[in-house]
């Protein structure tokens, strides 16, 4: 114990330190957060690997890196690419650059540290909620890019200040360059791609436009398709004095970006046309007196047609536009942000579940769909749908449109796409089992938070039949039983669930190829669907069929105790031919950390099993920087298991901590009603905390990674994968429902908090069913669970429950614990 508080000691002195005024929270040698937690300011452009903002409106979007490097896509980050990069965590070398030419001696340096590193008299890059801002110093010249995406529009803008503090007249050229795409992100055969792109200089709107003439979809080129060009135009204000478009004219042969032939000699050549390889550049002048600033505007956007464009460039042209877009892209987020906020003692969650949750999850999971590690740009049946659960409180009509389009990913005959990308007929068929049944375990969640019943009568397509080519529609009910009946007719001979090529874990991709194989966390998955449903069904009338489920979800529960049980701990799964995983048995992935949390999530363990199962879990699995999916990792690989076993034992699925799954150990844990291991799990992994050790950690200190490195591997506790993870959503739900316990059901609000012995109390606004609740928890006997009392607006109230008063008002509400 004396241990514990020296560490916590010095982590409490590291996260506040005042320096030049500035309140810095969380600090690191490469940055920290601003007091409010809503900019982390990175401080030094050589972090451990791209710390990068993800910034999206649903339809145009843009990776930032804090080297000034990442790229920007419209519609789909995969499939419509607007400029060309190359993931490439080490050197972060694809960008869309600014380089900043001194006309009067010839030097010259990039305005972001990519692509010519320069040694800056000052660097700084914050990234906040829809906008990241770099500013850079050298030579005497002040540069500071503010980059965001207009709320509807689908373009970005890049707004320069250039100021000259170097008490002389300076004359300025700046040239920015980028590769074109428009296209999908496989463009590795350039010389086939760039065939189909045209670039034209556009001198009226101060523009470069750049064109493909190739359909969306990989795959298909065809004259006899109707053409759906991709289009991109980058523009600035004022009018550049010189463009070019193609590449080679501004690199020079052989030319690197670090030294653009164009930026070296101080002039673009104004290339163009349809013989070049696409890239697009302006040259800008500009001269400034001494202390002079001036704002040069770009923009960079792609539209489906050439007068939308010149709209968009009009629109920006004028300097008071930029300013008010940019006000509105805070607007939105302060709407998120501010609909549920929560004050407690640990200010790391405070600044996670207030703002950076909901923005990873939104702005990267749900609209981006995309990340630096991920570039998606298609919906997973399960990812978007458990993502969504970020919207339930605050636009409960975006998750209902997520939820009715998962539905519609479904065939008539129950089983639904892995993935897909939208408006496209690409869209993966797999035999996963678990992924269906997410439809039922997400609406029966959206259910609890807004008790709009009506959802479930929504009609909603299928699939068309495979076999028939029939498009058949049923309401979202009828889909979600079509789910659970396909999962119930797949069972073994001892009543337990088939895996199939896997269950919510992808890498278990061959444990049962042939259906013979049984998983135990989708048996306690299922049993928990079947009893959140029969009561619905119930009520609708369908009374047999779910005296049936039920009847089913016990035969399983006890399968899953006698079957299923390992001696200390739940089994993982078993193989086609009927060998264990996760069992004691076992030499490498001995225990899965699923199987344990959700026997008690779901109540398929009782109270003793439960114990028994979380202690085993605790023992084997709960490592310093987090809860690790299995352990130990499979270190060779194994055909009757599946692709983590190619994977380095420790990384990701194959034994390392995978958040996503670690969030529910949170869960499990307040469940079990141990506010301690509760909080002490959550803030394992809390990247705020974590990134106090950034070159163990490496990853963002504002978002989740998908993973940790376990102890088996030599760079345990590194964090990677970050933004694009099910994580997100997740940890701020366990947070809000499972630590503070402030819970949705269909009656109210339930108050249950577990929270450490220790806290005073904590504070919650809430919006729940359009009413807002001011919610203050105290902890007067150091109890940290057990409700003595709760009083809404004065009243003492029977249950711990907050009613559900759907007024649009604001109610307080006190609650004391002990
Ligand atoms: C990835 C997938 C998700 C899956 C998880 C575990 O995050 O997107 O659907 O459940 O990995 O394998």
């Not at 979600?480 to 999962?487: G, S």
């Not at 299922?526 to 119930?538: K, Q």
């Not at 809404?792 to 004391?816: A, F, M, S």
């Amino acid at each position: 114990m004396p241990r514990k508080s020296k560490e916590r000691k010095k982590a409490e002195a590291k996260m506040l330190l005042k320096e030049d005024g500035v309140e810095k929270k969380f600090a690191s040698k490469y940055g920290y957060f601003t007091a409010d937690g809503r900019e982390f300011v990175i401080t030094r452009p050589d972090t451990p690997r791209p710390w990068v903002n993800v910034i999206s409106n649903g339809d145009y979007g843009v990776i930032e890196t804090q080297t000034g490097s990442g790229f920007s896509w419209r519609d789909n980050s995969n499939l419509s690419r607007v400029t060309r990069w190359d993931q490439d965590l080490i050197r972060d070398n694809w960008g869309k650059y600014i380089y900043v030419r001194d006309r009067d001696n010839g030097d010259y340096w990039s305005g972001t540290w990519k692509p010519c590193m320069p040694k800056y008299d000052f660097f700084e890059v914050r990234h906040g909620q829809g906008y990241s801002i770099l500013t850079s110093k050298l030579h005497g010249i002040r540069l500071e890019k503010t980059i965001f995406v207009d709320v509807e529009d689908p373009v970005e803008v890049w707004k320069v200040v250039l100021t000259n503090q170097s008490g002389k007249k300076r004359r300025l050229s700046l040239f920015t360059y980028f590769d074109w795409c428009l296209g999908n992100w496989s463009d590795t055969h350039r010389e086939f791609h760039k065939t189909f792109i045209e670039t034209w200089i556009d001198k009226k709107n101060g523009c470069v436009h750049g064109v493909k003439r190739a359909p969306l979809v990989p795959g298909f080129i065809s004259t006899g398709m109707t053409e759906k060009p991709l289009q991109g135009f980058h523009a600035a204000n004022p009018k550049p004095v010189a463009y070019d478009g193609d590449k080679e004219s501004f690199l020079g042969r052989y030319g690197e970006i670090h030294a653009p032939a164009a930026v070296v000699e101080g002039k673009c050549r104004n290339s163009e046309g349809k013989w070049g390889d696409a890239s697009a550049s302006l040259q800008v002048d500009v001269e400034l007196d001494p202390k002079e600033s001036k704002t040069v505007i770009f923009t960079l956007g792609s539209t489906r047609n050439r007068e939308e464009a010149e709209r968009i460039i009009q629109k920006y042209s004028h300097p008071r536009v930029v300013e008010q877009e940019l006000h509105k892209v805070k607007a939105l987020w302060d709407s998120f942000i501010h609909a549920s906020e929560i004050e407690t003692p640990d200010e790391a969650m405070n600044f996670m579940t207030n703002t950076w949750m909901k923005y990873q999850a939104i702005s990267a999971r749900i609209w981006a769909k995309c990340a630096y590690y991920q570039s998606s740009g298609g919906y997973g049946f399960r990812d978007q749908l458990q993502d969504c659960q970020i919207f339930f409180a605050t636009r409960p009509e975006l998750a209902k449109k997520q939820i009715l389009l998962h539905a519609e990913q479904q065939f008539p005959d129950g089983t639904v796409y892995h993935w897909w990308h939208h408006g496209t007929n690409i869209g993966a068929i797999t035999h996963c089992s678990d992924d269906l049944l997410w439809l039922d375990f997400i609406t029966l969640n959206y259910l609890d938070e807004t008790a709009d019943d009506a959802i479930l009568n929504a009609v909603v397509k299928f699939l068309p039949d495979p076999k028939t080519k029939e498009v058949a529609s049923g309401t979202l009910y009828d889909h979600m039983l079509r789910a659970i009946d396909k999962a119930l007719t797949r069972f073994s001979p001892r009543g337990l669930p088939l895996i199939g090529e896997c269950d919510w874990n992808d890498g278990l991709s061959h444990v049962g190829t042939k259906w013979k194989g049984e998983s135990i966390w989708l048996g306690h998955f299922l049993y928990g669907i079947l009893n959140r449903i029969a009561p619905i069904m119930e009520k609708r009338g369908d009374k047999t069929k779910a005296a049936e489920y039920l009847r089913r979800a016990e035969a399983m529960k006890k399968a899953l105790n006698t079957e299923g049980w390992d001696g200390e701990w739940y089994l993982g799964a078993t193989r086609d031919d009927g060998r264990p995983l996760g069992s004691k048995k076992c030499e490498t992935g001995k225990i899965f950390l699923n199987c344990q949390t959700w026997a008690v999530i779901t109540g398929v363990a009782d109270a003793k099993r439960a114990r028994i199962a979380m202690d085993s879990a605790a023992k084997w699995l709960y490592k310093k920087y987090g809860p690790l999916l299995l352990t130990p990792g499979y270190n060779t690989t194994d055909a009757t298991i599946g692709y983590i076993t190619r994977y380095a034992p420790s990384v990701r699925e194959n034994g390392g901590l995978y958040t996503h799954a670690g969030t529910w150990a949170i869960q499990a844990e307040a469940i079990m009603r141990d506010g301690e291991k509760a909080h002490q799990v959550y803030k394992s992994f809390n990247p705020a905390t974590r990134g106090l050790e950034p070159d163990i950690y490496y990853s963002e200190p504002y978002v989740t990674p998908g993973n940790v490195d376990g102890p088996d591997s030599p760079n345990n506790g590194r964090g990677g994968w970050t933004w694009y993870t099910g994580s997100a959503a997740w940890y701020e739900v366990v947070a809000m429902n499972w630590i503070l316990g402030i819970r949705p059901t269909a009656k109210g609000l339930i108050v249950d908090p577990v929270i450490p012995k220790k806290w005073p109390g904590f504070k919650m606004k809430r919006l729940f069913r359009g009413s807002t609740y001011l919610i203050e928890v105290k902890n007067p006997q150091q109890t940290g669970q057990g409700v003595q009392s709760v009083v809404v607006d004065g009243k003492k109230q029977k249950e711990n429950l907050i009613p559900d008063l759907r007024d649009g008002r604001t109610h307080r509400v006190e609650v004391t614990l002990g």
